[in-house]
Structure formats: C-alpha cells, structure tokens
C-alpha cells in the first residue's frame, strides 16, 4: 500500500484529517491527541482553558453572551461546545453584568482563547502543512 502511512499515528498523507478537527472542536487540545501529539495537546489545552477560566474570573459568566455581545461571541465560538456551555450556564444562573471596562477585559480574554483554538483546528484539520520540527510550512 504505497498510499498508506509508516506510523499509524501520523496523520494522513493526503493532508486532510477530519476526525481530528471534529475533536479540536469539541475539546481544545484533543485533536492533537487524536494525531499523537499529546504534549502539544496538554500545552495547548492548558493555556486556553488557563485564558477561558481567567476571563470568567475577571469578567464573571456574562462575560460569554451570544445575545447582548453577539459579535464579540463569534470568536468565542472557536472554543466549540464549551463557549455555549459556559453561555448555558450565564442564561441559568443569571450572569450579571459587571462594573466598568472589567467584563470587557475578561470577555477579551475569552475571546482570544476562542481564536487560539480556532487556529488550532485549522492545525489539526491540514496536519501536513506543518514543517518536519512541528512549525508551519513554507
């Protein structure tokens, strides 16, 4: 089979893996599992999911709105499920909106966790375009 690859876990070598996409979405950090690199997948989740649990902090759960801050929640979708979990649970548990420029600053913060993932799907989806030493391709 000349097409297939050496390694099982190598990603495909028509450089398109779906399966792991579908898991960097669902989980930030999983696809890299799913294409056997769990140490970039620990570093990766555990920054985001650092970024997500700070801008909470700082901004409480209002700081994810799709309705009142719909085109700051766009970004925020990146981080897939859990940006409409932690959405869920501002609708459930009443979420206040916070004093001064603070649910701005966390609302930030999740918003870049959204975009890192997001970039980090994109990673997982085309595993190919990346450099033997794991950087992009040229």
Not at 25 to 46: D, H, I, N, Q, T
Not at 82 to 106: K, M, P, T
């Amino acid at each position: 089979m000349p097409n297939a690859p050496a390694n099982p876990k190598s990603p495909p070598p028509h450089g398109f893996d779906p399966g792991a996409g579908v898991l960097a979405l669902l989980l930030p950090g999983l696809g890299y599992f799913a294409l056997g690199e769990r140490k970039r997948g620990v570093l990766l989740a555990s920054g985001i999911l650092f970024m997500v649990a700070l801008g909470l902090l700082i901004g409480g759960l209002d700081a994810v709105d799709r309705v009142q801050d719909r085109w700051w929640f766009l970004p925020q979708a990146g981080l897939g499920p859990l940006a409409w979990a932690i959405d869920w649970a501002r609708v459930q548990w009443g979420g206040s909106q916070s004093i001064g420029r603070v649910n701005e600053i966390g609302t930030l913060f999740v918003v870049i966790a959204g975009m890192c993932n997001a970039v980090a799907i994109i990673d997982c989806l085309l595993p190919n375009l990346r450099d033997e030493d794991g950087g992009a391709g040229s």
